[in-house]
């Protein structure tokens, strides 16, 4: 039995083995005595399973979804499709309409050997041209994973096999997705490979040149990390940050800062017990500048190994603790936060909770936690990936199991946040060509950067096309449509 086998007969034993599902929207009370904040039951949101996967159009995704210029959500499943020389299919790409109409683009391995990848594990990213690109854990020409393009309509190329150099100095086994970066090459991760066998940090144009930017467990017992299994993210100063999932000074992992030279700076490192142990989602940054996480074990020990934790970390590496899971309010979380309009944090665990099963949790700055949702076997199971916002307000996100088929879900979730704009990308200069995503914009009849008036081209209901205009300063974006203004989710930097 292989590891991702064992994994999948794990999860049924526990699916067998979960107390009766409570009927959907009932919530118990939840009240944790900790330090670093409560847990507290919420009610008032409407939760909604838009997809149960049933293996032939998908299965086990594990990652977010990201929303694209036609309004929709697109993701990876790790698993399930047609292709046949994985156990249980080797993955698909695919697309969903926030209604739930749920469309398969592509499913890997119909090549030989599974030369065109195999089970994507992490989330998409879209350029500008409109294309997706993404990884996948394993097959390509070595067998060790792939960078991939595709479009829209699922027409799919790989970029790059991994493991092209002897002894795959390049890296292999890439579990995380790609970042855009500023300078228009994608940055991302590799699990192993690299000089020391304990993965990678890489950089790879769109046509695919890639470059080995660091080597972990460079230092003496692996101080500077190693095995990194999550993305990156490209800060407001223009460095990357991410975590490794071990290593560092104490062997429970790091958070670490790199710039675009491969140059590393270890910001932390986890101490078991006191603040996290083995992160294994990556960062995201928020409007307070600092940047916040998950760890997935460490902090109580009210679980094996620990019950994972919600941390904040400033740019110059000190971190403060804001929550320790414990069990009935969710543990192990293996997916990032991400922050909604309300400024609140919002993100999935992939255990715990009223049923075992996961939940949904909401969590302020100051650590104060909120369950959402309790997943049980109908609606899906074990939360692996984040959320993500989509223009209308709501959160969509994934469950790796259960559903209908037990192959995993794709839900919604509503909190009664409003609808907003997001624009691609989030900096420029003055005369750059900006995308802006939302709902509902035909009839648009202003576009605004941080006030400044500027020329625009409704394209769809769900795109508007625009240029940073002269005289625009860095601040929110805001577009007048006859259902009322619409402001974007994140400040644009003017550069």
């Not at 009932?26 to 507290?40: E, K, M």
């Not at 990556?282 to 500048?289: P, R």
Request: hydrophobic fraction near 35%; aromatic fraction near 10%; proline fraction near 5%.
């Amino acid at each position: 039995m292989n590891p991702r086998e064992a994994v999948c007969f794990l999860a049924l034993l526990l699916v067998a083995s979960a107390p009766l599902a409570l009927a959907q929207g009932t919530y118990t009370q939840i009240d944790v005595p900790n330090s670093h904040g409560t847990a507290i039951a919420s009610r008032g949101q409407t939760f909604k399973t838009l997809v149960s996967f049933n293996v032939t159009n998908g299965a086990g995704p594990i990652s977010s979804l990201i929303q694209s210029f036609d309004g929709k959500f697109y993701g990876p499943t790790a698993e399930g499709g047609t292709g046949s020389s994985c156990p249980f299919g080797c993955g698909t790409v695919f697309k969903i309409a926030p209604g739930g109409a749920l469309t398969q683009l592509y499913s890997f391995c119909p090549l030989p050997g599974c030369s065109d990848g195999a089970s994507p594990e992490g989330t998409l990213v879209q350029a500008f041209n409109g294309n997706f690109y993404g990884t996948t854990y394993q097959g390509g020409t070595n067998a060790f994973g792939t960078v991939f393009k595709i479009s829209p309509t699922g027409a799919k190329s790989t970029l790059y096999n991994f493991c092209s150099q002897t002894n795959c100095t390049d890296g292999s086994l890439p579990q995380a997705g790609l970042v855009l970066a500023a300078d228009g090459s994608f940055y991302g991760t590799t699990d192993q490979g690299g000089s020391a066998g304990f993965g990678t940090v890489f950089k790879i144009t769109m046509a695919g040149t890639l470059t080995t930017l660091y080597s972990f467990c460079a230092q003496g017992n692996c101080a500077d990390g190693l095995r990194p299994h999550a993305p990156l993210i490209q800060g407001t100063d223009g460095s990357f940050y991410g975590t490794a999932g071990g290593g560092g000074t104490n062997n429970y992992g790091t958070v670490f800062t790199i710039n675009s030279d491969g140059g590393l700076t270890t910001l932390h490192s986890f101490s078991n017990a006191t603040d996290g142990a083995y992160p294994n989602a990556g960062l995201v940054q928020a409007t307070d500048g600092n940047f916040y996480g998950t760890t997935t074990y460490g902090g109580s020990n009210a679980c094996f190994l620990g019950c994972g934790t919600v941390f904040k970390i400033t740019p110059g590496g000190q971190l403060t603790t804001l929550h320790k899971f414990r069990g009935p309010d969710g543990y192990h979380p293996e997916a990032g936060l991400v922050q909604g309009t309300d400024g609140n944090f919002y993100g999935t665990s992939n255990r715990g909770g009223s049923h075992g099963l996961g939940t949904i949790f909401k969590v302020t700055s100051a650590g104060k936690l909120s369950i959402l949702h309790n997943f049980d076997t109908t609606e899906g199971t074990f939360p692996s990936g984040g959320l993500v916002q989509g223009t209308d307000g709501s959160f969509y996100g994934t469950t790796s199991a259960g559903g209908t088929d037990n192959a995993g879900t794709i839900f919604n979730l509503s909190v009664g946040l409003a609808p907003f704009i997001k624009t691609l990308p989030t900096f420029g200069k003055v005369g750059a060509a900006v995308k802006i995503l939302g709902t509902n914009l035909t009839g648009a009849t202003s576009v605004t950067f941080n006030g400044t008036p500027a020329t625009f081209a409704v394209a769809s209901p769900t795109l508007i096309k625009t240029t940073v205009p002269i005289g625009a300063t860095t601040g929110q974006v805001q577009v007048v449509t006859p259902r009322g203004t619409l402001t974007s989710n994140s400040v644009f930097r003017v550069r």
